[in-house]
């Protein structure tokens, strides 16, 4: 990881939405970090928190029944969790972008996109009219949006799906933010454009040097964008590590299965077996535990797991990181692998010495 300090920091985040059924607790103790220029792919089954976590950040959850209840989300050094509604206006405005699954949401059906767009330019930067309108066409010439001189004066409904995500993508570099948080911004499109999309993204990327909070189920999109990964489960983070790593030598229970489950890569194409827990009332010990093939005692009572180090910067939600136990039963497949840095618990093996 860089010895930069990071950009945006989530400590113990813990997000909750107050219903009849009771609180369902969707985002439950979570941290990461994301560095300066960084893409950080959030992963996990449908319902594991990974939308209630991003609009967290900027508080968009709807409060109530959402609620904050505790920790905190460190962007620049502010604590997001403690800011106005006016402060996290100007934030969101400004130095952090949100693009979602859904582009029609984000664009205003009356205006033409270009007005829009100047708009969010004009919010940013004290420019003319003229400048802003200029820049708008700039930026839908930059997103790939052909003709883009001819285009601007058009409206939403005049594009495709593909093309308005282009849209929505240009209105959120408008503010050219620090930070751009990208929800699904694909899976509603065909696969061809979502990976124009996702290649959109990178170059803009090295372009304007943004980090980016990158939101998927799709494993194969992760490999595509992602410098470091979190994985996601039932409110919490089980794993997280360079892309590289976690692909490499997935290190808890849930991801190996989560990477079996991707065509291509997993030897069964078949989903893991069993279903979320009720976020009301999660099981007690690992939340996997009842899906988990590896699960003893341990994992059944007491807390979820802390994340424990898997490798050097790369760590697990999972006992069998801790001491007492022999980390190979759940690598499976005979391999010998440890942990890069264990001091000689008697758990471990010889070190292969990490490739990278
Ligand atoms: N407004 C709400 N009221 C009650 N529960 C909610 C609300 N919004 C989200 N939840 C619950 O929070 C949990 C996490 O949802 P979230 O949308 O973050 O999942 P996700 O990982 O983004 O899933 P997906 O991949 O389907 O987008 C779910 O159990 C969901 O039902
Ligand atoms: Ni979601």
Redesign the pocket.
């Known amino acids: 990881m860089s010895d930069t300090a990071p950009l945006l920091s989530v400590r113990d985040l813990r997000v909750q939405?107050n219903?009849d059924e009771g609180v369902?607790r969707?985002?439950d103790g979570i941290s990461f970090d994301v560095a300066p220029g960084e893409t950080v792919c959030v992963v996990?089954?449908?319902?594991?928190?990974?939308?209630?976590?991003c609009e967290s950040i900027t508080k968009l959850?709807?409060m109530p029944?959402?609620e904050i209840a505790g920790g905190e989300v460190r962007f620049d050094g502010d604590d997001l969790t403690d800011a106005s509604e006016k402060q996290l206006q100007s934030i969101r405005g400004d130095r952090i972008a949100h693009i979602f699954q859904d582009p029609q949401g984000a664009l205003n059906p009356v205006y033409p996109v270009g007005a829009q767009i100047a708009e969010a330019v004009r919010l940013h930067s004290d420019v003319s009219k003229a400048a802003a309108r200029d820049r708008a066409i700039d930026l839908l010439d930059r997103v790939g949006i052909p003709e883009a001189t001819n285009r601007v004066d058009d409206y939403p409904h005049e594009f495709s799906g593909g093309m308005k995500q282009r849209v929505v993508i240009a209105m959120a570099l408008a503010a050219d933010p620090d930070l751009l948080i990208a929800?699904?911004p694909t899976t509603a499109l065909d696969v061809t454009i979502q990976s124009q999309i996702l290649n959109l993204l990178r170059d803009l990327q090295d372009e304007f040097g943004m980090s980016i909070i990158f939101?998927t189920?799709n494993l194969g999109v992760v490999a595509e964008v992602a410098d470091r990964v979190v994985v996601?489960y039932a409110?919490k983070v089980m794993e997280t590590g360079s892309v590289h790593d976690v692909f490499e030598r997935p290190s808890h229970p849930y991801t190996k299965s989560l990477l079996e489950c991707l065509p291509g890569i997993g030897r069964s194409m078949e989903p893991i077996g069993g279903s979320?827990p009720d976020?009301t009332a999660p099981p007690e010990g690992c939340r996997f535990h009842p899906r988990c093939p590896h699960a003893t005692a341990d994992c059944r009572s007491g807390s979820h797991p802390e994340l424990l180090e898997a490798a050097s910067d790369h760590r697990a939600a999972c006992v069998y990181y801790g001491p007492g136990y022999d980390v190979s039963a759940i690598r499976g497949d005979g391999e010998a692998e440890t942990r890069a840095t264990d001091g000689g618990r008697d758990d471990s093996h010889d070190s292969h010495g990490d490739s990278r």
């Open positions: 939405f219903t369902v969707a985002v996990g089954e449908s319902g594991s928190g990974k939308t209630v976590a959850i709807p029944p959402g929800d699904e939101v189920h996601m409110g979320l976020l």
